[in-house]
């Protein structure tokens, strides 16, 4: 059961959970340098350490998506006016 490859739609919403996850984590680390509160700092130092984990056991699911997008090698030229 360990084999099986994840749905696309499972891997999309698996993707957006990640990324949710990524900018939570961010705004935890960030918010910490503007709390005086030490109980809240360590309340929120404890989030980012297991957010940290969390998004480390996504990311291993996320393996078992069944596609995988290339990288271009040249970015797009912007649209500039």
Do not use: W
């Not at 360990?2 to 961010?26: G, Y």
């Not at 309340?43 to 990288?71: N, T």
């Amino acid at each position: 059961m360990d084999n099986q490859k994840l749905a696309d739609h499972e891997s999309l919403d698996l993707h957006e959970v990640i990324n949710f996850k990524t900018l939570c984590l961010a705004k935890s680390k960030l918010m910490q340098g503007l709390v005086f509160d030490q109980d809240l700092r360590a309340l929120m130092q404890k989030d980012v350490e297991q957010s940290i984990e969390a998004l480390g056991e996504l990311q291993a699911i996320y393996q078992r998506a069944p596609f995988e997008a290339p990288v271009p090698q040249n970015r797009p030229t912007p649209i500039v006016n």
